[in-house]
């Protein structure tokens, strides 16, 4: 019975995850508080998201700027994080503490939801293994899915003859990545071990 | 951390209430995966906010197809409800069991909050007030404020020489109309009351 204006602008916070009937109405009249400047700007960040698309070589997102990370070029070469999501490089970078390369899987290996290894970004990672890199720290979220995926890449990397650590010490099992605090990440980061199987 | 175009989609979703940056990040996220159909159609969305605005005449949301409840001429002009909020007309609609006018008063008169008569929809409702309206049913939520504003809304109206009435039985005290569920609104509508005081 809303104006059909104001129903689609209910319909589209219906999309968003958890987001129900009461919860995108009470959104909607929030926005509708706004001036004709915010409204412009969020016509430009919904438009944007045209513009935002994985990195080729990394897999964190970027826009027509390019990716964050590989191209600045004061990162150190020689150490590639990886981890599963790019939540969860923005909260290593938040601790302050990395300031080398990373690469995003955008997924785990995961026997349940059926993601196998060629279904996330491993083979991209192979490929950026070469000299010039000296340590792959491997920094999966810990749950079952995450470990799996950490096993499985230390296991394809040694092929590969190059040194392997995986964030340790300081994630509490169970709990993801994306939600530790900063504290926590910086001695997962420091105490970083070998994977031993 | 996170390209410029992302970032502002973000922003955006932090500007809802009770979003923070964990779920405003999910939002964008989720977004993220929309085809470019689905982006045009939020654009349009947005874009939409600039036409909605306030009916002139019963205080509800109108775009620029006009009132919903205004124009539709099936509708009974003899009675007029009048209520806090649109929500509250949507939750009434629900119901079916009401083909009357509405009037929404886009706010409540509170002590607290410090709103008064004059602040909320009230002078645009006596107005209205003629020999076609034969009666006026207060549907203000059953909170403070809601039976604060009924009260006053039952003294002007009745000086106006209209028939007032009040939802009643059903609608449990201290509860917001725009949660209560469609039996209990039907029951507090079928057993209306005039206000003793």
Redesign the interface.
């Known amino acids: 019975?809303?104006?059909?204006?104001?129903e689609?602008?209910i319909?589209?916070f219906e999309?968003?995850?958890g987001v129900g009937a009461?919860t995108a109405?009470?959104?909607a009249?929030?926005?509708?508080e706004?001036t004709?400047e915010?409204?412009d700007?969020?016509?430009?960040?919904?438009?944007?998201?045209?513009?935002?698309a994985k990195c080729g070589r990394c897999g964190f997102?970027?826009?027509?700027?390019g990716?964050?990370f590989c191209k600045d070029k004061s990162r150190d070469q020689s150490v590639i994080m990886v981890v599963g999501y790019?939540?969860d490089?923005?909260a290593v970078?938040k601790t302050g503490s990395y300031h080398g390369q990373y690469h995003i899987l955008n997924g785990v290996i995961s026997a349940t939801k059926g993601v196998y290894p060629e279904d996330i970004g491993i083979e991209s990672l192979l490929k950026r293994i070469n000299e010039t890199v000296k340590e792959v720290i491997i920094a999966t979220s810990a749950t079952m899915d995450g470990e799996m995926t950490a096993l499985y890449l230390d296991k394809v990397l040694k092929e590969k003859g190059v040194y392997v650590t995986r964030l340790a010490h300081g994630l509490p099992m169970g709990s993801s990545l994306d939600?530790a605090d900063e504290l926590t990440l910086i001695k997962a980061f420091n105490n970083r071990t070998k994977i031993e199987q």
């Open positions: 019975m809303y104006p059909k204006k104001f689609a602008l319909r589209m999309t968003l995850p009461k109405q009470r959104y009249f929030k926005m509708l706004s004709d915010e409204i700007s969020y016509v430009e960040a919904i438009r944007g998201i045209k513009d935002i997102l970027k826009d027509d700027e990716c964050v790019p939540q490089a923005i970078e939600y």
